[in-house]
């Protein structure tokens, strides 16, 4: 089994579970449950950082893979991973400056970064697995 095999699954599985813990963390904090969230949100952060490594890796080894499909899916596929792409490069500063504010506890700035940065995020990690599915599944 190579490493094309089984490189792209584990890359994709990283944004998934790093979006399971932003979920988790948002409902902590929305039970006030503060170290709880912390915890969960760094959780979020460091899976999110281990995909972006994968991700790197994954394209130096391999290179970009093509979508080999045409017509309406070709479509689709674009209409996903265009916004995708555009969004991935404002998570990570964005979640990174979050963290900042938290850290300072500058917990108002926090949530203000915190109230649009967990929906993009979670699109981001959503359609990230579409695309992974869109490329080597269907």
Same mark, same amino acid.
């Given at each position: /089994?190579?490493?094309? #095999?089984?490189?792209?699954? !584990?890359?994709?599985?990283?944004?998934?579970?790093?979006? &399971?813990? @932003?979920? %988790?963390?948002?409902?902590?904090?929305?039970?006030?449950?503060?170290?709880?969230?912390?915890?969960? /949100?760094?959780?979020? #952060?460091?899976?999110?950082? !281990?995909?972006?490594?994968?991700?790197?890796?994954?394209? &130096?080894? @391999?290179? %970009?893979?093509?979508?080999?499909?045409?017509?309406?899916?070709?479509?689709?596929?674009?209409?996903?991973?265009?916004?995708?792409?555009?969004?991935?490069?404002?998570?990570?500063?964005?979640?990174?400056?979050?963290?900042?504010?938290?850290?300072?506890?500058?917990?108002?700035?926090?949530?203000?970064?915190?109230?649009?940065?967990?929906?993009?995020?979670?699109?981001?990690?959503?359609?990230?697995?579409?695309?992974?599915?869109?490329?080597?599944?269907?």
């Amino acid at each position: /089994m190579g490493v094309e #095999t089984w490189l792209p699954p !584990l890359t994709s599985g990283m944004i998934l579970v790093s979006g &399971l813990f @932003l979920v %988790a963390g948002w409902i902590a904090i929305k039970r006030k449950q503060r170290e709880r969230h912390h915890r969960l /949100m760094l959780g979020a #952060t460091i899976f999110a950082a !281990l995909f972006l490594v994968l991700y790197v890796t994954r394209f &130096l080894l @391999l290179g %970009a893979k093509p979508f080999e499909h045409g017509g309406w899916l070709r479509t689709l596929y674009f209409a996903i991973l265009i916004p995708h792409s555009i969004l991935a490069m404002v998570v990570g500063p964005a979640a990174l400056l979050a963290i900042y504010r938290a850290n300072k506890k500058q917990f108002r700035q926090h949530r203000r970064i915190g109230r649009w940065l967990v929906p993009v995020w979670l699109f981001v990690a959503a359609s990230g697995w579409v695309i992974y599915w869109m490329l080597y599944q269907l």
